[in-house]
């Protein structure tokens, strides 16, 4: 009850400030997010930015997921297939049709589609629980790829993430939703030879090994673990999620 009773103030005041944003800068009709985010920070909604307006972003997610984005009337959803986009839209006007989002760089909608993804979801709970921020895509001086195809180059293997502190990879089991062109790229064959498919299987093996011999603690995380929806992906209940990872993390929790 007092996890909603906060949510609900802080809808309230979010709505505030949002009306006071349009009332102050009457040249806007609409703006993404992320350009009302110092004010919310201002009026004391949020301590701090990250990553261009995430927190409000995950504020509009979880209304989403409610089906209670109304409770927000400014708030306007764009939406793909692989991502969605957020403004901010003055009352009685419409949004310019695809306008704000044709202007959104490949490198802007590969990063949004990254920190809305199942996996930034579950290192977002981990940051959480541990008390520290990973290092997301990391990648080690000892641990490569095969040769490319000259024999003179090897590409640094990434991981999911490393906190530091505990001395922890976090990595993650594929999921089972794959699309059909997935699992075609999957039998490319690769300069080493092999499959993509089997290169897969040799590096994620060659990740273990290396670690182990490095005395590094690595923790792989099972999707299927935790509650999902038809489609495979993670239905996002935090507090049942935290607590499964709570039991996960257990041996590296302050």
Known sequence: MENRR?????????????????????DKDWIPVKDIMQDLITAGVFVKDNKKGLPLRKVLR?????????????????????????????KGTEFPENEAITT????????????????????????????????????????????????????KLPLAAFYETANLV?????KQNKTKEHLEKLDVMTVS??????????????????????????????????ECDDNKNLSREKDKDVRLLRSILKQYIK
């Open 62 to 90: 979880a209304l989403d997921k409610e089906k209670n984005l109304d409770a927000i009337p400014c708030v306007h959803a764009e939406r793909t297939e692989t991502a969605i986009y957020w403004y901010l839209l003055r």
């Open 193 to 226: 030879g092999i499959t993509r498919g089997e290169q897969i299987i040799k590096y994620n093996q060659r990740r273990k090994d290396v670690l182990e011999k490095k005395d590094i603690n690595l923790i792989e995380i099972n999707y299927a673990s935790f």
């Open 104 to 155: 959104v760089s490949k490198k802007e909608k590969s990063k949004e589609i990254r920190e809305n993804s199942d996996e930034y979801y579950i290192l977002d709970l981990c940051d959480e629980i541990l008390m520290e921020k990973a290092s997301r895509k990391h990648t080690f001086s000892f641990l490569f790829g095969d040769m490319h195809k000259k024999g003179k180059t090897r590409t």
């Open 6 to 26: 906060n949510s609900e103030d802080k809808v309230t005041q979010i709505n505030k400030v949002i009306e006071n944003y349009f009332n102050t800068h009457t």
């Open 170 to 174: 976090i990595e993650f089991s594929d």
